[in-house]
């Protein structure tokens, strides 16, 4: 358990410190993401970025949980 949280608290760290990077990304702006403008409101539905980042952490733990 232990071992999981310091490793949590480092990529937290770490994608603290790249997000002047990462925010450029284009992430949340993917062909798929459902996008409803009208006058006074907005709905926005991330369908492609929620698997993609769903595929993204997947590997990771994957990756992770071998080690």
Do not use: C, H, Q
């Not at 480092?10 to 997000?19: E, S, T, Y």
């Not at 990304?25 to 929620?50: A, C, H, K, M």
């Amino acid at each position: 358990m232990a071992r999981t949280l310091i490793l949590l608290g480092v990529l937290l760290v770490a994608a603290g410190l790249l997000w002047p990077w990462l925010k450029n990304l284009p992430l949340g702006r993917l062909p798929g993401d459902i996008i409803i403008s009208r006058e006074n409101f907005r709905f926005y539905f991330p369908v492609t970025t929620s698997i993609v980042v769903s595929i993204i952490l997947s590997l990771l733990l994957w990756i992770f949980r071998k080690f």
